[in-house]
């Protein structure tokens, strides 16, 4: 289990120092998507469910009415933003 989780942290860190050069070589997209790989090692090593980590989101949202988010949803502007990460199990 030591050898593994060992292992693990050393993909992390390559990870990063990947993400790093692509964050400089103005690759942003791509270093978001290693970024999510991270996220997911990193809930991985701290034994982190997912059902934590959306539970910490829905803490995050600003708390408005739920006909202010049903407003908000139907904008156009709403519509045209795609997610910046989709949590897919």
């Known amino acids: 289990m030591a050898n593994s ?9 390559t990870l990063e120092e990947c993400r790093d050069a692509l964050t400089h070589s103005s690759d942003r997209e791509t270093a978001l998507l290693v970024s999510v790989a991270i996220l997911e090692l990193r809930m991985k090593l701290n034994r982190i469910a997912d059902s934590d980590l959306k539970a910490l989101c829905d803490a995050m949202l600003p708390d408005e009415a ?7 949803a139907k904008s156009p502007q709403a519509q045209r933003r795609r997610p910046l990460l989709k949590l897919v199990k």
Do not use: M, N
């Not at 060992?6 to 860190?13: G, Q, T, Y």
């Open 66 to 72: 739920p006909a202010e988010r049903s407003q908000q």
């Open 5 to 13: 989780e060992a292992r693990l942290h050393s993909v992390l860190a």
